[in-house]
Structures are given as structure tokens and as C-alpha cells.
């Protein structure tokens, strides 16, 4: 069956960095663009990147634009999104999925099918 297992998650201090890794398995990845949400306690979950099944395209929320970069392995079978200049406001579960969407670099959460099961990413004042 499909899986996608995220890591990397954890406390760190405001200014602080972090690397995600989410591995994806029982589909094949390099035919789908994968994307990273976020939700935080008492909100929606929200878009936060998306990258292209070649890798060559991203596109990223406003609010992350200049700090989180993501990327992705196809040989790896791996997306990640290194997040840096962490802010308070950015703590929640972080959440890759994969895009069933044919237009791509999809921005809604219907637009993908497969998730994984988050990984918590808290940043300390």
C-alpha cells in the first residue's frame, strides 16, 4: 500500500533551522508532484510548498517564501523541505503529500490523495 513517513520534526528556537524528510513508498514517485501543508492547533491545515515531479518547478506560500526551500530525490524516493529563520508562528504539524491533480504544483488539499501522518515542528520564543 501507499506510505509516506515523515521525520525531522522537533523543538527549536526562533531563528532556529530544521530539515523534513518524508520517504514515499507503493507509488510511483517521480510521476508525482509532492507537496508540504501545515496545520497548527486550531486551524486549518494550509498549503506550504509544492514541487514539480522532476523537480525543476516549486511554488511556495507567501508567508514561507525566502525561508523554506524544498526539494526532492527521485532516486530516493524522498521529498524534503528545509525550513530556516523559524518564527513562533510557524510551529504546527507539518504534512507531505502526494498531487493526484494532471495540472500540478497544486495549492489545495484536494488536489492530492496520499498523506502522511505529520511530523510536530515547535519553535520556542
Known amino acids: 500500500q501507499v506510505q509516506l513517513v515523515e521525520s525531522g520534526g522537533g523543538l527549536v528556537q526562533t531563528g532556529g533551522s530544521l530539515r523534513l524528510s518524508c520517504v514515499v513508498s507503493g507509488l510511483t514517485f517521480s510521476t508525482r508532484d509532492m507537496g508540504w501543508f501545515r496545520q497548527a492547533p486550531g486551524k486549518e491545515r494550509e498549503f506550504v510548498a509544492v514541487?514539480?515531479?522532476?523537480?525543476?518547478?516549486?511554488a511556495y506560500a507567501d508567508s514561507d517564501k525566502g525561508r523554506f526551500t524544498i526539494s526532492r530525490d527521485n532516486a530516493k524516493n524522498t521529498v524534503y523541505l528545509q525550513m530556516n529563520s523559524l518564527k513562533p508562528e510557524d510551529t504546527a504539524v507539518y504534512y507531505c503529500?502526494?498531487?493526484?491533480?494532471?495540472?500540478?504544483?497544486?495549492?489545495?488539499?484536494?488536489?492530492?490523495?496520499?498523506w502522511g501522518q505529520g511530523t510536530q515542528v515547535t519553535v520556542s520564543s
Open positions: 514541487i514539480t515531479r522532476s523537480g525543476g518547478r516549486r
Open positions: 503529500a502526494s498531487e493526484v491533480s494532471p495540472y500540478g504544483l497544486g495549492r489545495t488539499q484536494n488536489e492530492y490523495d496520499y
